[in-house]
């Protein structure tokens, strides 16, 4: 059987995930069709230490002098 996605944006409101109308009225038309729902969530810890990697990486570079770079080559 082939799946076809449907995506959106949306929030969670009073414990339920909101759908926007033009997608309720897809679902309603698919009324006896098997359906599969996929939730993914902003990981929103993951991008934070993303920044803090960088971060620091661009502080310890800040550091780092042309003169530095004899030890590049060991």
Request: glycine share 2%; hydrophobic share 35%; aromatic share 8%.
């Amino acid at each position: 059987m082939t799946m076809r996605a449907i995506e959106f944006k949306t929030k969670i409101k009073n414990d339920q995930i909101q759908i926007p109308a033009g997608v309720q009225l897809e679902l309603s038309t698919n009324r006896n069709n098997d359906i599969r729902v996929i939730v993914l969530i902003d990981d929103i810890d993951k991008r934070e230490d993303m920044v803090f990697d960088k971060t620091v990486k661009d502080h310890f570079l800040e550091g780092y002098a042309e003169s530095d770079s004899i030890y590049d080559n060991y």
